[in-house]
């Protein structure tokens, strides 16, 4: 059998350098994401028609196109309407951020009605305003539901950051690539890829299921 463990652990550094890209851009484009998709949450639930076409034009469109169409667009068509040429990070994060900002907006939608009509009763019979209700009442109550949700986003996001090595952003996979194209062994520094992403995602599960554990969380898997 031909497999060398050894190139495997000669290039652990160059992937842990790829590694480190893929989380970067993941933290990023989820913190983001979670900024918009907040926004555009609270539009999809607004009585404001105008509010509610727009956020569900963003939802739609990001949702119901590919990822990689998304990039492209992002990272080749833009630059044709701006005038100018974005780098290789800033289209990256621009789309995965477009992108998870969408699902986001969707998973506190769902958040947001969930919560009993008593509680909205409540807050207006104490003469809260729309905003203060939302605020002190059904947001925070919101974000305690929609965290297991958060997660599975996390990850997903995670796993789809690979396919910014298309424009050649040195994350993960890409740097696995480049190491291929040196050394002709795809099986080895693939499976090596493979087994990152797999551990990152362990890790990540295990601490959202603790997380759920700590805020007694009913989980979403079930």
Partial sequence: MDFRIDLILQSLP??????????????????????????????RVS?????????????????????????????????????????????????LSLNSGAYIAEIVRAGIQSIDKGQWEAALSLGMNYQQMMRYVILPQAFKRIIPALGNEFIAMLKDSSLVAVISLEELLRKGQLIITRTFRPFEIYFAVAILYLLLTTLISRFIAYTERRLNIESTDN
């Fill in 14 to 43: 160059v992937l842990g350098q790829g590694l480190l890209m893929t989380l970067e851009l993941t933290v990023l484009a989820v913190a983001i994401g979670t900024v918009l998709g907040t926004l555009f949450g609270l539009m």
């Fill in 47 to 95: 009585k404001n028609k105008i509010f509610y076409f727009l956020a569900s034009m963003y939802v739609d469109f990001f949702r119901g196109t590919p990822l990689l169409v998304q990039l492209f667009l992002v990272y080749m068509g833009l630059p044709q309407i701006l005038g100018f040429p974005l780098d290789r990070f800033t289209a990256a994060i621009a789309t």
